[in-house]
């Protein structure tokens, strides 16, 4: 691989490493130079020049990238030997161990199938096609409508708008996972938010990065290397002290960019043909409300812009639908900030609360289930007992009384048990079936309250059935 550093759009080279906050100060002071691309709506654009640390960073890793493809040229010379990889229907191909990749088994196969192929699947594990096999394996070719390939599809894309966000806003990069629908980026930025102005001008870089073909590049590195090459992020040094336990992890390239980042991803951005950036919001670092405040930038791609057509459709549906938007409308409930993540039911609510409570009392009845009532507050030693404390003591309410921990009960499972074993039970009362609408409460993180979908205190249909083994039913 060449040395080449990464021009910003001036084409002028970075000099010394300054702290993230300076460059931003000087950005700020430097506005004016900035790129027209994708300013004419008022949001920001493309940062004139790039961040320093965007080229000290890319010099770094072209370094390992030279001494890697080394070793790998040196190992596919060594090293080779012919391996049998075996396709889902039975049929096996013959190829060479570090030298043959799941796309060249694509093409051999057909064009149209390498070309709408998003990643491979090697024993069982996504793994990049561009990526050699290493040994006898078994070789599945995921398209678009594959939930694995969905998720590389949009980690993929999210790579593609965090190198975008860099070069608008110069701020930290730190988690931009696939979620269910899409994608996210978080960045920290010590000048301010982000605003919906800018999502034209941040699409506009994305769809420039998309034309550009940028290859996705995967590198093994040694962690202490990393510290080194991410240290003007403190998020990324943050991950790399605390949850990365091996000795080297992995990062990945496209364009300007790279990332701490496990993988795989698509072999490279122009296989993303449908890119929107639709919304933002403040989070903390980790969700955890005493840390960092950052900002959340999301967006969803597709391999067809019919599919982004039909999605923005739904979603414009959707809006109309959205509970929270149902329950401010109709009065229904409401959340208060001295209570957070605790519900308000209004009247009317509350009257469609207590009547989906009666339908399932009357399905416990029909079901054999008897109703119990148990406490909301019990002694750290049941929750010690049952295992909760040592695995789930920090997403629980706890307070001392008398000198002993108590806890605000998050489910009714040991409360359930100690109800059974309070006196001695007799074969012919099982199975025992019992039922409970007890409050429950969980210390979920400020940053993931969501509406009635994540909150802090709620009642469940919880029921629990004790019986003889022989009266199991799978």
Known sequence: MSEEKASSPSGKMGGEEKPVGARQERHREDG?????????????????PWPEYINSRLEMYNKLKAEHDAILAEKAEKESKPITVT???????????WRTTPYQIACGISQGLADNTVIAKVNKVVWDLDRPLEEDCTLELLKFEDE????????????????????????????????????????????????????????????????????????EVKKETLLEMFKY?????????????????????????????????VRHTGKIKALKIHKNSSTYWEGKADMETLQRIYGISFPDPKLLKEWEKFQEEAKNRDHRKIGRD???????????????????????????????????????????????????????????????????????????????????CPGHCLMFDHRPRSWRE?????????????????????????????????????????????
């Open 330 to 412: 109709q009065e229904l409930y409401f959340f208060h900030e001295l209570s957070p993540g605790s519900c308000f039911f209004l009247p009317k609510g509350a009257y469609i609360y207590n009547t989906l409570i009666e339908f399932l009392r009357s399905e416990y009845r029909r079901r054999g289930f008897q109703e119990v009532v148990t406490p909301n507050i019990f002694n750290s030693r049941l929750w010690v007992t049952s295992g909760h404390w040592q695995h789930y003591s920090d997403n629980m309410f706890s307070f001392e009384v008398e000198k002993e921990q108590f806890a605000l009960k998050p489910m009714n």
């Open 32 to 48: 004016k130079k900035k790129s027209k691309e994708g300013s004419g709506d008022g949001g920001r654009a493309e940062l004139n």
């Open 148 to 219: 694995d390939a969905q998720a590389v599809y949009w980690h993929s894309s999210a790579h593609i708008m965090g190198e975008a966000m860099e070069r608008v806003y110069g701020g930290c990069l730190c988690y931009g996972p696939p979620i269910e629908n899409g994608f996210y980026y978080d960045m920290y930025l010590d000048d301010g938010g982000v605003s919906s102005n800018d999502f034209s001008s941040l699409e506009t870089l994305c769809k420039k990065i998309i034309k550009e073909k940028q290859a996705f590049e995967r590198l």
């Open 233 to 265: 992020n403190k998020f990324k040094c943050r991950i790399l002290n605390e949850k990365v336990n091996t000795p080297t992890t992995t990062v990945y390239r496209c364009g300007p960019l790279i990332d701490l980042c496990r993988g795989p991803h």
């Open 87 to 97: 396709l889902p229907d039975g049929k096996q191909v013959a190829a060479e161990s």
């Open 430 to 474: 099982l199975p025992l079936r019992l039922a409970d609408f007890g409050v429950l409460h969980r210390n979920e993180l400020s940053g993931a309250l969501t509406g009635l979908t994540r909150v802090r205190r709620f009642q469940q249909d919880d029921a629990h059935i004790f019986c003889a083994m022989e009266q199991e039913e799978f």
